[in-house]
């Protein structure tokens, strides 16, 4: 059997309906019927039993399924490895990520990439608000999924992975958690609360009154930040996730005015793009155009 007609026949025998098949493989019904009548011709004996109204399998090829799928799953995966290998991807690829929102969409992206390269051994993990670039700059990662802004001459950011909206997260008591929508004039005489280390424009960004006259707060760490807002002691500007993956008793997020977002990219070191880093970074747009 030449490999066209293995596709076929393992699409057909999957599908169980020939216009599907053909859609799938983007060929025309009448190649799909052809393939499957040149092999039953070499064989001797049907694969499927065709109606009007359905396609099933023969004992012959459900047999021939059987047998055949495994072996070319394995000719596949070698064929795959001997690519990645001929290419350098081989090894280990390290993800940083920050933020639980992030992590299905990332975890889903690495589960299609490691079908596609099998050799490849990726690892994430977690980063912090407080030690934005740090891992990145310590090669401790190779790519990480940072909010935006980053606007930093030594990394490259490439595409948008989670788009979620900002709120404003306030003490369940206070009289901000009343409100439908805030205003930059609601909060103008709040204490806002940033992780430290953050770059000026970063903070500037997601501030939603005037970063002049904004009153800002610097903590340890995005754990420390949610205790401070519960206790009544500032408000923060936070995902929308943030109440499902950090839950807190006392803690509320309201929508500001304007739905602003909260974006998270790949970036990666620009001198030190390797072929592991090139690699996803295809995988990841190949799978937003598919």
């Not at 394995?74 to 990520?97: C, K």
Request: aromatic share 6%; proline share 6%; charged share 20%.
């Amino acid at each position: 059997m030449e490999r066209q007609d293995i596709v076929v026949f393992l699409a057909l025998a999957e599908e169980l309906h020939f216009a599907r098949t053909a859609e799938r493989l983007l060929l025309t019904p009448a190649s799909v019927s052809q393939s499957i009548k040149k092999v039953e011709r070499r064989l001797g004996a049907p694969l499927f039993t065709r109606t009007t109204r359905r396609v099933e399998l023969t004992p012959l090829g459900r047999q021939l399924l059987d047998d055949l799928a495994p072996a070319y799953a394995q000719v596949e995966a070698a064929i795959a490895r001997a690519v990645a290998t001929g290419h350098g991807l081989t090894g280990d690829l390290r993800l940083g990520y920050m933020s639980a929102a992030i992590t299905r969409p990332l975890l889903a992206l690495i589960d299609s990439f490691r079908a596609g390269t099998p050799d490849i051994k990726v690892s994430i993990q977690e980063t912090t608000l407080a030690d934005l670039y740090g891992p990145l700059r310590r090669g401790e990662v190779d790519l990480c999924v940072l909010p935006l802004p980053v606007a930093e001459p030594d990394l490259t950011v490439g595409a948008t992975l989670l788009s979620e909206t900002a709120l404003l997260a306030v003490a369940a008591d206070d009289p901000l958690a009343r409100l439908t929508s805030i205003t930059a004039a609601d909060v103008a005489d709040q204490t806002f609360l940033f992780a430290e280390n953050l770059p000026g424009y970063w903070i500037d960004h997601h501030l939603p009154t005037n970063s002049a006259t904004a009153k800002v707060t610097s903590l340890a760490g995005f754990q420390e930040l949610l205790a401070y807002v519960v206790s009544g002691h500032g408000v923060a500007v936070v995902g929308a996730q943030t109440e499902q993956f950090y839950p807190r008793p006392n803690l509320t997020c309201v929508p500001l005015e304007g739905d602003p977002t909260f974006d998270y990219a790949l970036v990666w070191r620009t001198d030190d793009e390797i072929p592991l880093v090139r690699a996803f970074l295809t995988h990841v747009m190949n799978q937003r155009t598919s």
